[in-house]
């Protein structure tokens, strides 16, 4: 652990990193979430600037990097979808070369992988994916060192994701579980099973690191022995709002509800916790899901409010972690 120095290095899927280096970025924030609460002052990057370009909205990404970077003693720009010049009028290998320029380091959240990477490649500084299509790595920070906090250990645990498991969570929580050796479950329509190429090459990584991962349609063997089930929206952010009718046909039967909590539940002896990315489209609350249950009379969506309001139910963990992660990545490959 000592060795490693993750200084200069982007930050754009768990792909590229070590299980060494994962659980060093994850020791890092626990540190710095210890030195937080205790009122420790950890400014130890003045002088630097970030800058933070959301081409998708969020709340939880975008106020934990501008929290994470002041409490870092940096400065912090924040451009919203409409306000930069970036895709529209100016090419991202442009833009990276003008932003490296002026910041030490460029937070990127929007649609494809290949912007984040031509970013990275066109810039001489760190470029940390804020999500992507395809990926969602700061997340799989806070996931694990939420699990660690639950479990005080992630190997030997078993995680299990019901719903799209072949957009940006699946397939990160499947190369997260594999590097950590966490056995992984996609349970889910075979229509929203991820993609092939990136089960094979998890299932090497898993192998080398004693998981499994495990494809299924059968809710029961899913969720049998899983010590965290773990949902996200059906409908991600940027696709169109005709596929709703179609993800609630071939994702309902894999709603987190008591039935599945219970399954978990009574084959890990009470040993299981839920867990979810946020936003979640558990009651009437937002206008999204309000205007879902107009058109499809369903009040709750990937999970119930009784699951997510439950005693096993550890999201708002979860969120807080975002930001101590979130730190811990822009520390490391800031100052190594
Ligand atoms: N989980 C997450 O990325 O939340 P935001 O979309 O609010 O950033
Ligand atoms: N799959 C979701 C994750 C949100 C954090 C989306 O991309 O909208």
């Not at 400065?75 to 895709?87: E, K, W």
């Not at 470029?127 to 992630?154: R, S």
């Not at 990584?205 to 349609?217: C, F, P, Q, V, Y």
Request: with cysteine; proline share 2%; aromatic share 8%.
């Amino acid at each position: 652990m000592a060795d490693i120095n993750l200084k200069g290095r982007d930050f754009l899927t768990l792909k590229d990193f070590s299980p060494e280096e994962i659980l060093y970025m994850i020791d890092m924030a626990a540190k710095l979430k210890a030195q937080k609460k205790a009122g420790i002052a950890h400014d130890t990057l003045r002088g630097k600037n970030v800058v933070l370009i959301f081409e998708k909205t969020s709340t939880r990404t975008r106020c934990s990097f501008e929290v994470a970077a002041r409490d870092l003693g940096m400065g912090v720009t924040y451009l919203d979808p409409a306000g930069s010049q970036i895709g529209t009028k100016e090419s991202t290998k442009d833009t990276a070369r003008v932003l490296a320029s002026m910041f030490d380091g460029i937070e990127y959240r929007g649609f494809e992988q290949s912007i984040v990477e031509t970013l990275a490649e066109y810039s001489k500084v760190p470029v940390w994916n804020g999500l992507t299509n395809e990926y969602h790595p700061t997340q799989m920070l806070a996931d694990m060192l939420t699990i660690k906090e639950n479990f005080g250990t992630l190997k030997g645990l078993k995680l299990t994701y019901m719903g799209d498991a072949r957009y940006n969570m699946g397939n990160s929580l499947m190369i997260a579980c594999s590097k950590l050796g966490i056995d992984f479950a996609a349970c889910t329509n075979k229509a929203y099973f991820p993609n092939a190429e990136l089960v094979a090459q998890c299932r090497k990584w898993a192998e080398e690191n004693g998981s499994e991962i495990l494809l299924t349609e059968d809710v029961e063997e899913g969720c049998r022995g899983a010590n965290i089930i773990y949902t996200d929206v059906w409908v991600s952010m940027g696709e169109p709002t005709e596929v709703w009718e179609e993800r609630i046909k071939l994702l309902s039967p894999y709603q987190v509800n008591k039935k599945c909590m219970d399954i978990a539940l009574s084959s890990t002896g009470g040993n299981t916790v839920f867990m979810h990315c946020l936003p979640a489209y558990h009651d009437l609350g937002t206008g999204v899901g309000r205007r879902v249950y107009e058109k499809f009379g369903l009040s709750e969506l990937e999970v119930t409010d009784e699951v997510f309001e439950s005693k096993e139910s550890v999201v708002f963990q979860e969120a807080e972690n975002r930001m101590h992660t979130i730190k811990a990545v822009m520390k490391a490959t800031l100052e190594g």
